[in-house]
């Protein structure tokens, strides 16, 4: 099981509170997004959760288990990066057993591992080539299968296909949803794009200002937004 729990989490940079608390409840298994103006919190959010920030008040749990002391390396989450952050002297193989190898995985299991992955997500051509050998859309999912060569009970995705062109993150889009099927696993993925947002998620968080404003399905969304502010957001005709 692999739901996050947040109750009543704040964080403070030193004096300047960004998040305000936020509660959410995320099923296992859910694609949930967040979306918000630039600087409304979603990464923060993210970061909270993947461990990489501490949390300045409240709960935070990870199947069913308080993390906010837990290493991020111990919590069963995976984050990908608007930029790939790939390294640039590996190869694509060496890239996504990096993770395992860290985690003292043998490398019969290592290789097994990012074999099943490769072919996942169409990379089995690529393993011996370098970041730089690699198309923009090709290096994202080296990102993402990294990411998944590690098993996680959850994903974290900031704005991951942000520095695609219009037509790779059509497809991305659709690839990432058929993963989702695939894994099963919960999904957060932060997006700035109405459309990933309202043909991707299971839920929809709307923030603004470090506070949620609205949580529901893209279509109550739709047809209810609160206020304007969520009707803007999510392109509602009210
Ligand atoms: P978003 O991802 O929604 O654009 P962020 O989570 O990146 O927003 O940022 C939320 C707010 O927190 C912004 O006002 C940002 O300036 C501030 N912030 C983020 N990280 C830090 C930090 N390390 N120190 C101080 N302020 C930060
Ligand atoms: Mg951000």
Redesign the pocket.
Known sequence: MSDVVLKQVEKR?GP?H?IHGVNLDIRDGEFCVFV?P???????LLRLIAGLEDISGGELSIGGKVVNNVAPKDRGVAMVFQSYALYPHMSVFDNMAFGLDLAKKSKDEQHERVMAVAKILQLEELLDRKPKELSGGQRQRVAIGRAIVRQPGVFLFDEPLSNLDASLRVQMRIELTKLHEKLKSTMIYVTHDQVEAMTMADKIVVLRAGRVEQVGSPLELYHHPQNQFVAGFIGSPK
């Open positions: 940079f300047v960004v918000g630039s600087g409304c919190g979603k990464s923060t």
